[in-house]
């Protein structure tokens, strides 16, 4: 893959105390594509999804945006680099004081001089497409946890991210919930464009929304390339880990 893409990982090795994480792993995240990074619980998506958006700092190697080194931007520019990601976390992360109107217009009415009536456009449109249009007025205590997620999507929407990052958005969901899910991740994702990234351990999800797949396996990448390449790839590893089978060359510790 070309190493001009928009998002870079290189060399990244994270430890905390003396369980190492992260074990020089790299990613050129393609631009304007769906990936999915796969790999099993605690195998460290989630410390990836923090290092790509700055809120964890690696203790060797590079998170690279447009060429430059998050760790090397003062503050001022990490933050403002930052408003070029949305990430969907798991639950959703709404305040629960807000309905989802409001949670979605939070971070117009903070960060931008819109009026109300240019923000309830764009947020009735955005609910509208990720399947809330009739819920704006919930609270989040009122709604499923599919909603939960969407609404999570709207709201990363909302200020109209480059690359869109979703941790785990299956998590939680029957495989109907997850499969409506992925159909609108697809949908926005043709819509609006952007780089998107999902942290998955679930096949169904990877098969159906991704244009590239990575493996993480202990730390390490294991595979990176075109979706089809990967579900038609011969590599016992490969093979073993995308069909979910215990036996074969990946060890169960
Ligand atoms: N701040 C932290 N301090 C210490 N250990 C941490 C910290 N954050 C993550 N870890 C450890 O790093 C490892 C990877 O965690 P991570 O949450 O990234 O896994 P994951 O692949 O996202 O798992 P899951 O699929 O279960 O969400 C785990 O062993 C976790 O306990």
């Not at 979703?166 to 159909?183: A, I, K, N």
């Not at 679930?202 to 990575?214: C, L, N, P």
């Amino acid at each position: 893959m070309s190493s001009a893409t928009k998002l870079q990982v290189h060399n990244l090795s994270k430890s905390f105390g003396s369980s190492q994480v992260m074990k020089n792993i790299n990613f050129d995240f393609a631009d304007n594509a769906i990936t999915t990074v796969l790999g099993p619980s605690g195998t460290g998506k989630s410390v990836l999804i923090k290092h790509l958006v700055g809120l964890l700092e690696p203790d060797t190697g590079e998170v690279l945006v447009d060429g430059d080194d998050i760790w090397a931007m003062t503050e001022d520019e990490r933050y403002s680099m930052r408003t070029r990601f949305g990430v969907c976390w798991q639950d959703g992360a709404l305040f629960g004081s807000m309905n989802l109107y409001d949670n979605t217009a939070f971070p117009l009415r903070t960060h931008t001089k819109m009026s109300e009536k240019e923000i309830e456009e764009k947020v009735m449109r955005l609910l509208e497409e990720v399947g809330l249009g009739h819920s704006a007025h919930k609270a989040p205590n009122e709604i499923s946890g599919g909603m939960k997620k969407r609404a999570g999507f709207a709201r990363a929407m909302v200020m109209d991210p480059e690359f869109v990052i979703f941790d785990e958005p299956d998590s939680g969901l029957d495989p109907v919930r997850t499969s409506l899910l992925c159909d609108i991740i697809l949908d926005v994702h043709q819509k609006h464009g952007g780089t998107y990234l999902l942290v998955t351990h679930d096949m169904a999800t990877a098969r159906k929304v991704s244009d590239y797949i990575g493996l993480i396996w202990q730390g390490e990448v294991v595979h990176y390339g075109p979706a089809k390449e990967a579900f038609e790839n011969e590599d016992p590893f490969v093979k073993q880990f995308l069909a979910g089978e215990s036996a074969g060359p990946l060890g169960m510790d």
